[in-house]
T-cell receptor
Framework: DTGVSQDPRHKITKRGQNVTFRCDPISEHNRLYWYRQTLGQGPEFLTYFQNEAQLEKSRLLSDRFSAERPKGSFSTLEIQRTEQGDSAMYLC?????????????FGPGTRLTVL | AQSVTQPDIHITVSEGASLELRCNYSYGATPYLFWYVQSPGQGLQLLLKYFSGDTLVQGIKGFEAEFKRSQSSFNLRKPSVHWSDAAEYFCAVTNNNDMRFGAGTRLTVKP
């Protein structure tokens, strides 16, 4: 499968624990995006990378959220000291360089439940 | 700032009937516009996209959308709905960086 993959697909954790999600973009896609989607809402942009550089992070929800893409390939999103309000679907997307439409290809998401 | 409004939270249509899902956007320049579909528990699948050219664009699964600059709209249509079209539909706009989504329209298809 050559699409965007995310791991794990589901994560249940207790409040206060740290969680980390992984995203593997489509090969050679240099841009990678993270979104959060809460129930009944559209995805909400969090951050994005071009290669290993994080070009926008002001929209991360709080300082408990951080993302990395150390080698310009896969990316991780970490949430520290999770809260019940962090329960959501976390989506990753990637984009081919030079695309005239700027379309993004989405992974299946990681569903986080904070108890 | 760019934004997207989908006025209809939930629409129910009978199988075989026509469908139109509304989308209005607010954007200062020529927008890149998209429609995505999401089945329960799944990621988003691109149905169609528009940036320039013919204002009527064709997508996958028999969907089409029409860009109307004067109305700031990008409505999605399908002439005959199938039961498998039941899903959540999202309109989105991007400026080359982040993508802004509407709140979505949930489509129910009656037999």
């Amino acid at each position: 499968d050559t699409g965007v993959s995310q791991d794990p697909r589901h994560k249940i954790t207790k409040r206060g624990q740290n969680v980390t999600f992984r995203c593997d973009p489509i090969s050679e896609h240099n841009r990678l995006y993270w979104y959060r989607q809460t129930l009944g809402q559209g995805p909400e942009f969090l951050t994005y990378f071009q290669n290993e550089a994080q070009l926008e992070k002001s929209r991360l929800l709080s300082d408990r959220f951080s993302a990395e893409r150390p080698k310009g390939s896969f990316s991780t999103l970490e949430i520290q000291r999770t809260e019940q309000g962090d329960s959501a679907m976390y989506l990753c997307a990637s984009r081919v360089p030079g695309s005239s439409y700027n379309e993004q290809f989405f992974g299946p998401g990681t569903r986080l439940t904070v108890l | 700032a760019q934004s997207v409004t989908q006025p209809d939270i939930h629409i129910t249509v009978s199988e075989g009937a026509s469908l139109e899902l509304r989308c209005n956007y607010s954007y200062g320049a020529t927008p890149y516009l998209f429609w995505y579909v999401q089945s329960p528990g799944q990621g988003l699948q691109l149905l169609l996209k528009y940036f320039s050219g013919d204002t009527l664009v064709q997508g996958i699964k028999g969907f089409e959308a029409e860009f109307k600059r004067s109305q700031s709209s990008f409505n999605l249509r399908k002439p005959s709905v199938h039961w498998s079209d039941a899903a959540e539909y999202f309109c989105a706009v991007t400026n080359n960086n982040d993508m802004r989504f509407g709140a979505g329209t949930r489509l129910t298809v009656k037999p």
